[in-house]
């Protein structure tokens, strides 16, 4: 299905100079298998894999004639109806300064209290019985159109099982300062919990939908800090979610405010949190591209190339024996549209394996 396709989400700091192009080859990077163009990873395969340079994309990601095409909810929340996310917003055209003491602190004074409005948006398929508890998945930085596209298509073949598709809008901005920031790059549960709480019951009771509590039935994704967000949903509420997929995730120290705990941010995964402890019920299907973000803002704590903590994460996820595909794609950009396309079909296979097909079902499908 594939998530797939999440907003097109670049980093919003101040304009920087064309990020380097990095070699899949490059030593410190993980060894993976470097597949003809036009070729993509089987689906049912773990590990590492480098794609060709031609990005064609699929048909499942446009409208097909004489498939049922399902219900797009549209639904909005107001800051001050959330009891977890009243609202941030940072200064335009501010950012911060470095702490002089941490290089990996960064000090923001223009960030304060603002009201936002959120946007949602819910995909039904036509298949859906009311009354019966659907798989789901959550995506980032929403609505995603294509994705809902995506799922009809793939739904009609047989190819996914019927479920909803839950397109969540940021709280606006982005990076340190930001409510985006904030709900993305925070290293808690918080945001997952402001899901589970403000935003299933809303979809149930709107969308008229029964959501499934089989945290195998359930999925994360997204691009760039929507991908590390996805992640970070899963990692600290296991119990609710076990699928994860991300592009370009940004694993690097974006977090804000700082917290002692976790001073490295998301960078943190891959340099202490997964490394050491105990192996968590997840599966995982990670892309990063060559052209990725690299030191895009005035910190240089080491912490901040989009394409090595990619490939940091590889290299963590397979020393912890994690069920993961990790998929390099030359000449891309961040989150860029030409990438998710070619490898939609593949991407959430490999994440989403036996997703339980819901109660109107007697049997497990395999995806894609």
């Given at each position: 299905?594939?998530?797939?396709?999440?907003?097109?989400?670049?980093i919003?700091?101040?304009?920087?100079?064309?990020?380097?192009?990095?070699?899949?080859?490059?030593?410190?990077?993980?060894?993976?298998i470097e597949?003809?163009?036009?070729?993509?990873?089987p689906?049912?395969?773990?590990?590492?894999?480098?794609?060709?340079s031609?990005?064609?994309?699929?048909?499942?990601t446009?409208?097909?004639?004489?498939?049922?095409?399902?219900?797009?909810?549209?639904?909005?929340?107001?800051?001050?109806?959330?009891?977890?996310?009243?609202?941030?917003?940072?200064?335009?055209?501010?950012?911060?300064?470095?702490?002089?003491?941490?290089?990996?602190k960064?000090?923001?004074?223009?960030?304060?209290?603002?009201?936002?409005?959120?946007?949602?948006?819910?995909?039904?398929?036509?298949?859906?019985?009311?009354?019966?508890?659907?798989?789901?998945?959550?995506?980032?930085?929403?609505?995603?159109?294509?994705?809902?596209?995506t799922?009809?298509?793939?739904?009609?073949?047989?190819?996914?099982p019927?479920?909803?598709?839950?397109?969540i809008?940021?709280?606006?901005?982005?990076?340190?300062?930001?409510q985006?920031g904030?709900?993305?790059?925070?290293m808690?549960?918080?945001?997952?919990?402001?899901?589970?709480?403000?935003?299933?019951?809303?979809?149930?009771?709107?969308?008229?939908?029964?959501?499934?509590?089989?945290?195998?039935?359930?999925?994360?994704?997204?691009?760039?800090?929507?991908?590390?967000?996805?992640?970070i949903?899963?990692?600290?509420?296991?119990?609710?979610?076990h699928?994860?997929?991300?592009?370009?995730?940004?694993?690097?120290?974006?977090?804000?405010?700082?917290?002692?705990?976790?001073?490295?941010?998301?960078?943190?995964?891959?340099?202490?949190?997964?490394?050491?402890?105990?192996?968590?019920?997840?599966?995982?299907?990670?892309?990063?591209?060559?052209?990725d973000?690299?030191?895009?803002?005035?910190?240089?704590?080491?912490?901040?190339?989009?394409?090595?903590?990619n490939?940091?994460?590889?290299?963590?996820?397979?020393?912890?024996?994690?069920?993961?595909?990790?998929?390099?794609?030359?000449?891309?950009?961040?989150c860029?549209?030409q990438?998710k396309?070619?490898?939609?079909?593949?991407?959430?296979?490999?994440?989403?394996?036996?997703?339980p097909?819901g109660?109107?079902?007697d049997?497990?499908?395999?995806l894609?």
């Amino acid at each position: 299905m594939t998530g797939l396709l999440l907003g097109l989400v670049l980093i919003a700091v101040p304009a920087t100079a064309q990020p380097p192009i990095r070699d899949p080859h490059t030593p410190s990077y993980v060894n993976a298998i470097e597949l003809p163009d036009g070729a993509i990873p089987p689906a049912d395969a773990n590990g590492n894999f480098i794609i060709g340079s031609t990005h064609n994309p699929v048909p499942e990601t446009t409208v097909q004639a004489n498939v049922p095409q399902g219900t797009v909810y549209q639904l909005t929340i107001e800051s001050k109806d959330s009891k977890i996310y009243p609202g941030i917003a940072r200064e335009p055209n501010t950012f911060g300064t470095v702490d002089p003491s941490n290089p990996a602190k960064l000090i923001v004074t223009t960030s304060h209290p603002a009201p936002y409005t959120r946007h949602i948006a819910v995909y039904v398929p036509k298949q859906y019985v009311p009354g019966t508890a659907a798989p789901f998945i959550v995506g980032a930085d929403g609505p995603d159109n294509l994705l809902f596209t995506t799922l009809d298509n793939l739904i009609a073949e047989g190819k996914a099982p019927v479920m909803i598709a839950i397109s969540i809008g940021n709280g606006s901005g982005d990076a340190q300062g930001s409510q985006r920031g904030l709900e993305y790059d925070t290293m808690s549960g918080l945001y997952a919990e402001f899901v589970e709480t403000e935003i299933l019951p809303m979809v149930e009771s709107k969308c008229n939908v029964k959501l499934t509590h089989d945290p195998d039935g359930r999925a994360t994704m997204g691009g760039s800090s929507g991908g590390s967000c996805a992640l970070i949903m899963a990692w600290y509420h296991p119990e609710w979610y076990h699928r994860v997929l991300t592009w370009s995730g940004t694993y690097i120290n974006q977090q804000w405010p700082y917290n002692p705990e976790t001073p490295q941010g998301a960078w943190g995964f891959h340099e202490h949190l997964i490394p050491e402890s105990p192996v968590k019920p997840l599966r995982i299907w990670m892309e990063v591209s060559d052209q990725d973000l690299y030191n895009p803002n005035v910190m240089r704590d080491h912490m901040h190339d989009w394409v090595l903590a990619n490939e940091n994460m590889a290299k963590v996820l397979a020393a912890k024996g994690y069920p993961y595909q990790f998929v390099f794609c030359p000449q891309c950009k961040a989150c860029r549209l030409q990438s998710k396309t070619t490898i939609i079909r593949r991407s959430a296979r490999m994440a989403l394996e036996r997703l339980p097909a819901g109660e109107n079902e007697d049997h497990l499908l395999t995806l894609f």
